[in-house]
């Protein structure tokens, strides 16, 4: 094969993203409104601020930047939408258990993990699984587990692409890129002919909402994809004055100097219009009846920098105790209550990198050997430790903080949460029950990457190159 033919995973997964941002506008013309609100805002935002974003990443990423969310309802669906991930350029990084928020679910992000590629395009997609034996009503687990299994929901084509590329070393060219991408999209495209019932799908909804939205189509629809604002409390204002109704609270940490980790609000799921297929005993069985159903929703997202593990147990500890002492307050209350806790989260950049609570990378700044030794006096023998802290001091050495590229599970459920329609068992709720990591493993074929591991090796990789560069400039 001619090497010069296949597309790069990082060119398949801009085309996919983009595909799927066109095929969304269509499908819920709400998204393209909030796209733009986005794009207003950030434009704004960097006007007033000087020319650079205020923040690490370029203005190209900024604006092609988009997450997903998907829900599947088996191991083999998430074997072969890993297979679909993978390709693009897509890995599955960290574990997330919904069912500390009384959700029968856990979730891993696919996502690019190599700079090169994060800075090209980031696109993630949070994938949940339902997790069965977390079904309490033996009745709605049995359905839910045999309409799944009878549907299909990859075509045959797409299946057919994901053969043919794991024969070229996991590439395509042009044209079965393009075919892999329109079959993809059918995946997780809208297909508003549930193939329950209407007494299948009010079984499973009362046993919980999600299963409904889980089990009862033949795809599974993208349910929202969220363009990222470099200000989140102006774009939701944005939303607001544009009548889209909006989740009570921003969910994550407090508005802050320096950012950490990741904002988010969304307008809530829509009520669309769906045909439920007519039982079996209906007299006209090709008769299908009208019905409604909610899950697809908008989302905006600010990101901030990546956190360290002793940054998150701080964000983890401040944020559980806000939301303990702020039970029965309004969402204002809570949002004053986060506030105040937050209160002792370090907001400045040099606290927070020298507590060791974010990652960040090192850059040389000066190449001058005469800058360094007279200016500068920067020893000749450069070791690590003090003389690092006296390389930035003396801006010799720049430190930029490393965008977080993840999730929150408890944003993740505020999410969830606020879509699904006030019933039993929907209000945060713990189930009964425990992460599982080995089985979400052991149906992605792989163990998930772990982010922090992620993100240390971005750090450090930045040192080593950083004090090569130094020395080899002073010797
Ligand atoms: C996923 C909700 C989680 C996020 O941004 O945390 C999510 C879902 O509703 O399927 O997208
Ligand atoms: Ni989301």
Redesign the pocket.
Known sequence: ANEALFVHPDDLRTAFATAMSHMYKEEVPLYGDLVQIVSDVNREVISQNSIEPPTADRLERLMLER?G???LGTPEELGTVRRIFALMGMQPVGYYDLSVAGLPMHATCFRPICESSLARNPFRI?T?LLRPELVQSDAARDLALRLLSERNIFSQQLMQMLKVAEHQDHRLDCQQGEVFIREALRTFCWAPVAAATRTEYEILKNEHPILADIACFQTCHI??L?PRTLDIGRAQRAMQEQHMVVKERIEGPPSRRFPILLR?TSFIALEERIQFRAGDGAAAAADLINGSHKARFG?I?ERGTAVTPAGRALYDKLLGEALDSAQHLSPEGVDAMVVEKFRSYPDTWDELRKGGLVYFKYRCITKSRHHLVNVANIPLGLGEGKDLERLIDAGVVETVPITYED??PF??AG??QS?LRHGSRTNQEPLQSRPDLDALEAALGRSVVDADELYAAAQQGSLQSCLEMLRSVLS
Do not use: D, K, W
């Open positions: 997450h969310a998907i829900r949070f949940t349910n929202h969220t988010q989302e997202e999730f929150l944003s993740a999410i969830f879509n």
